[in-house]
């Protein structure tokens, strides 16, 4: 198969689909691979590297997705892209349809097969194409929350950890996902003030195993969440459905009941967001105010990071890459349920009814 990798152009995003390293193995494996001209500068990966991989390099968008049949990408397709896509293609990248109407359509009029990260599944039920990018998002929304904290970002002038004498920052996290989970390793690493909410009894006792008198875990009542975010100096909503729009736990009442300068971080951003004050933000303007509290909703957050979230990913996504080109779509989602589960779009129809359900679409 030709495995097409184009730039990724959505803004500030710096992350690539396959890094050179992967381009060997799929070469290794009897594949061609095209990469767009420059398509891994963002993180030290020049098109040297890619053609000692064994890739041919294509001057442009265009010349990627004509020449390919996979398409091989970080974030969903931007208006532009959606437009290169034909019937033919196999899409395969992070999607979060559920929040984005305006794609789902175009991705169903192009016709394309999309098969979307976060909705491919394992064994166990976790999400292994999400968890790299959902590490790498709890960790940065503590690193994010404690810089616009600072007081000449407009936040209270709080520091996490205190220091001796004077009380910690309070952190308050919503949902004890992965994402979750690693927000309050980061957040535990600074000494904070640390509680966890979830609504699943069994992962608030694995999270007490793993952090024991290191943190708070509470259940997620709303009068429990409203009284621990009016305290809090930063709210971090972790919250997954998978494939679905995530709920809005934390309301307008909450987030104007938070002292002045207060921070919220929002990684369900690409879902829609589980703060009902929240709207999608980039890396160029990442933050706005609502009732004097910052909010930080950037719907890429790992491409801050590019090179190591880059990594991350590619590690993950390398298996199912392999499977896809050798076998082709129909012929790796039949040998593997998993990966089946991914399948978000094909020949014009929806196939995952909580996206339909949140968009008002019918389900293929």
Known sequence: MRVGVPTEIKNNEYRVG????????????????????????????????????????????????????????????????????????????YLHLAADKPQ???????????IAYETVTAPDGSLPLLKPM???????SVQCGAHYLEKHQGGRGVLLGGVPGVEPGRVVIIGGGVAGLNAAQMAVGLRADVTIFDIANRRLAELDTVFGNQVRTAFASSAAMAEAVAGADLVIGAVLVPGAAAPKLVTRAMIASMRPGAVVVD????QGGCFETSRPTTHQNPVFEVDGVIHYCVANMPGAVART????????????????????????????????????????????????????????
């Open 134 to 140: 959902s590490e790498v998002a709890g960790r940065m």
């Open 267 to 270: 990684i369900a951003i690409d």
């Open 18 to 93: 396959l890094t050179p390293a992967a381009v060997g193995e799929l070469v290794r494996a009897g594949h061609e691979v095209v990469v767009q001209a420059g398509a891994g500068a963002g993180v030290d990966f020049g098109d040297a590297a890619y053609v000692a991989a064994g890739a041919s390099i294509l001057p442009d968008a265009a010349a990627v997705f004509e020449a390919a049949q996979m398409i091989v990408k970080v974030k969903e397709p931007q208006a532009s892209e959606i437009a290169l896509l034909r019937p033919h293609h196999l899409l395969f990248t």
């Open 309 to 364: 979230s880059t990594m991350a990913l590619g590690n993950a996504t390398l298996p199912f890459v392999l499977k896809l080109a050798g076998k082709g779509a129909d012929g790796a989602m039949a040998a593997d349920p998993h990966l089946a589960a991914g399948l978000n779009v094909s020949g014009g129809k929806l196939h995952i009814a909580a996206v339909a359900e949140a968009l008002g679409l019918p389900l293929g």
């Open 104 to 114: 789902t359509e175009g991705l169903m009029a192009s016709g394309a097969t999309c």
